[in-house]
């Protein structure tokens, strides 16, 4: 569960995601808009034959989602260059993400929001307990 902290603090520390979010970046639910939802979709735990190595490579979806296509682009792109570096935050040390994949989100009608679409993209995000 700590990674998963410290992933959405490591997130929200980030000014270019930030700026376009504000604090709208959660696991699993929306939280305002434009937002960042972030999904675990496998926990990629790595073994050898003696048993859990501690290092992680989790397959995480990230949805970048706006009610404008310019703008979930940029969340993307933010998004995209913080989880290409290395970073320790709280008690997870973070390796360097792989993009795996990146796909449109098919937009739908929100009420009281409106169209919102985006983009999902899954990485595979590299990490062991500090």
Not at 94 to 107: A, V
Request: hydrophobic residues 45%.
């Amino acid at each position: 569960m700590t990674m998963r902290v410290d992933l959405r603090s490591r997130l929200k520390a980030n000014s270019a995601i930030m700026a376009i979010t504000g604090t709208a970046i959660d696991w699993n639910r929306r939280t305002g808009m434009p937002a960042l939802v972030l999904y675990n979709i496998s926990p990629g735990r790595s073994y050898t034959f003696n048993g859990a190595t501690g290092l992680h490579g989790a397959r995480i979806q990230f949805d970048c989602m706006s009610l404008d296509l310019i703008e979930a682009e940029a969340l993307f792109d933010a998004v995209l260059a913080e989880m290409e570096r290395e970073e320790t935050v709280g008690s997870t040390q973070f390796s360097m993400s792989f993009l795996e994949s990146q796909r449109d989100m098919p937009t739908i009608d929100i009420e009281g929001v409106g169209a919102v679409g985006g983009i999902s993209a899954d990485f595979f995000v590299w990490w062991k307990p500090n």
